[in-house]
């Protein structure tokens, strides 16, 4: 079972940065980390899980939120079975938690990935 373990959650001020990590474990035999599309999500309180950012197999692609654009960055290192969320520029808006999530295919945004982590809180405060 493919285990996804968020790191690096905490409160900032606004304007200030944060850089949130994803280690993944447990991959089924015969795949490897780059087997998976890797995207963050988040969830503020009382608002539906939305998309924020995801990267392709390679770091060929990423794509990101409207919301995120420019100030948030994805990356990946496939030998080490981690992604990455750096975030600058922070906003109160930013606040939520923050779930790693990854799937084999195609479909960046779409809510429908085969694993999730547990999820990391991020507090922006103003």
């Known amino acids: 079972q493919v285990q996804l373990v968020e790191s690096g959650g905490g409160s900032v001020q606004a304007g200030g940065s944060l850089r949130l990590s994803c280690a993944a474990s447990?991959?089924?035999?015969?795949?490897?980390?780059?087997?998976?599309?890797m995207a963050w999500f988040r969830q503020a309180p009382a608002k539906e899980r939305e998309f924020v950012a995801a990267i392709s197999w390679t770091s060929s692609t990423t794509v990101y939120a409207h919301s995120v654009k420019g100030r948030f960055t994805i990356s990946r290192d496939n030998a080490k079975n981690t992604v990455w969320l750096r975030m600058n520029s922070l906003k109160p808006e930013d606040t939520a938690v923050y779930y790693c999530a990854a799937r084999r295919t195609v479909g960046w945004d779409r809510d429908d990935y085969e694993y999730w982590g547990q999820g990391t809180q991020v507090t922006v405060s103003s």
């Open positions: 447990g991959l089924p035999s015969g795949r490897t980390f780059s087997s998976y599309i």
